[in-house]
């Protein structure tokens, strides 16, 4: 079992629609969580992190749920400029043992 | 401003003939990492360094060789490359807390790696 997970998609969802999507992963110590972006054949950049008391930036929204050992990235009012991959980061461990660990990522394209 | 920086961009060679990737990063940061992207596959972590001397492996470390003799820079050596390796190499770097990653990363622009 991969130690992050996430469903690749893609997810083709109509412009203005909401759309969510999860990721799980398998270490309970995890402590840090993240939503990454990634642009087809550019670099990954940090959308935002996730906190156990949920945290929203404008249309997107993370939450992260410990019990079920998954973190989740909500896109309201989506744009076509949302088209893109999600990546979920996840960190376990601490300073010389610590891991940060990606999922692959889950693809989404916004449709007019 | 802020920024990790790769070079080459695009490299096409010929198996078997050494290489090297630079990556250098101006934030002071501890931590940096080299990952390899391909299709399907996610990006798999190749080495990473926790800061000056200290280089670690990753997942996929075979056939890869780090250094890290000054904070800012964190090379990434194709001693013998092969096809296989053919791939979208990223460099990054974090800063650390208390020796830990803090988990936001800045990567470089990635750098496309061709081997005939």
Redo the contacts between chains.
Sequence with gaps: RKEVEQDPGPFNVPEGATVAFNCTYSNSASQ?F?W?RQDC??????LM?VYSSGNEDGRFTAQLNRASQYISLLIRDSKLSDSATY?C?V?T????A?K?I????TRLSIRP | EAQVTQNPRYLITVTGKKLTVTCSQNMNHEYM?W?RQDP????R?IY?S?NVE?T?KGDVPEGYKVSRKEKRNFPLILESPSPNQTS?Y?CAS?LSK????????F????SRLTVL
């Excluded at chain 1, 461990?93 to 010389?96: I, Q, V």
């Excluded at chain 2, 208390?98 to 990363?105: C, D, S």
């Design positions: 840090s993240f990454y054949r550019k670099e990954p950049k940090l992190s990546l980061v960190i461990g601490y300073s010389s610590s940060i990606f999922g692959s990522g | 990492s990952y399907g596959l996610g990006l972590q990473y926790m200290v670690d979208l990223f974090s208390g020796g830990t990653p803090t988990g936001e990363l990567f470089g622009e990635g």
